[in-house]
């Protein structure tokens, strides 16, 4: 079974930098198969699509977040990372690490998801 | 970027069957059979229903159904249960650039 656990400072200030990891047991990043993914929250609010990332390296980023973002992978540690530039209130949300098979057959294993709260 | 669109919440007593709509248009929903929908209960991460418009992974009961009507998915929840008052979200692939958008969710209330 295929866990994924988030990690990472639960507050960033306004124009800071938010940096999350994400630690997958269960399965190796570099099995290849599937993408592995950020999708966020807001306090009530709906799901946000951020994006993913190959074993290879290979990133897709959602194109209104594209110029602020960086998704990075370290397979020898079984990691991958989430670093959003710029912050502002309006990334205050539960940032989740999340599994998608490359076929886009679904976002099947999700970590328990983390808040971050952007405020000075 | 292309937006889905849900009813806001739905309702239903316990043993009926309720719907919910996933408007997109023909370069997501209508494009793709890579239509995928999650069940969020409050406080927890989200879980996975059903993918590829109407598969179900394993554990997922066959109450939860799927399908697609051109530019519309749907999923359908037969014999309501008081566990399914819940948030629903419906998610489509859009292509190589947009990737993937998520529908602004449902709520779904067992009366």
């Known amino acids: 079974q295929v866990q994924l656990q988030e990690s990472g400072p639960g507050l960033v200030k306004p124009s800071q930098t938010l940096s999350l990891t994400c630690s997958v047991s269960?399965?190796?990043?570099?099995?290849?198969?599937?993408?592995w993914s950020w999708i966020r929250q807001p306090p009530g609010g709906g799901l946000e699509w951020i994006g993913y990332i190959y074993y290879t390296g290979r990133t897709y980023y959602n194109p209104s977040l594209k110029s602020r973002l960086i998704i990075s992978v370290d397979t020898s540690n079984n990691q991958f990372f989430l670093k959003v530039n710029s912050v502002s209130a309006a990334d205050t949300a539960v940032y989740y690490c999340v599994r998608v098979s490359n076929t886009h057959s679904g976002y099947d294993f999700w970590g328990q998801g983390t808040l971050v709260t952007v405020s000075s | 970027q292309s937006a889905l669109t849900q009813p806001r919440s739905v309702s239903g007593s316990p043993g009926q069957s309720v719907r919910i709509s996933c408007s997109g248009t023909s370069g997501d929903v209508g494009a793709y059979n890579f239509v995928s929908w999650y069940q969020q209960h409050p406080g927890k991460a989200p879980k996975l229903l059903i993918y590829?418009?109407?598969e179900r992974p394993p554990g997922v009961p066959d109450r939860f159904s799927g399908s697609k009507s051109g530019n519309t998915a749907s999923l359908t929840i037969y014999g309501l249960q008081a566990e399914d008052d819940a948030d629903y979200y419906c998610c489509s692939y859009a292509g190589a650039y947009t990737v993937d958008i998520f529908g602004p969710g449902t709520k779904v209330t067992v009366l």
């Open positions: 590829d418009v109407s």
């Open positions: 269960g399965g190796s990043i570099s099995s290849g198969g599937y993408f």
